[in-house]
């Protein structure tokens, strides 16, 4: 992984805390709109989370296995994540 490992991992760390913190609101039956205005906040966390990595596998992850021969695989697996992202 090219990405700065720690930013990833600090990422990672938001949005367990985040989730934490959804957690409790849940269990003590705070106001819905909150509760869901918190979930939002994890899910663009999470978006940008998925995009640092995706950057950093089409930097480096990539070019290196074209240049490695892998091309089919790589542009395979490009395709599941393209599907996994709902874009189909």
């Keep these: 992984m090219r990405a700065d490992k720690k930013d990833v991992l600090k ?15 849940v269990e003590e039956d705070q106001y819905c709109v909150d509760i869901l205005r918190q979930t939002y906040a994890v899910r663009k966390a999470i978006e940008k989370l998925e995009a640092v990595i995706l950057e950093d596998h089409l930097q480096g992850c990539v070019p290196t296995g074209i240049r490695e021969g892998r091309e089919e695989q790589v542009i395979e697996e490009l395709v599941q994540l393209y599907n996994l992202a709902g874009n189909r």
């Design 11 to 25: 990422r990672i760390s938001y949005i367990e805390g985040h989730l934490g913190g959804i957690r409790k609101m």
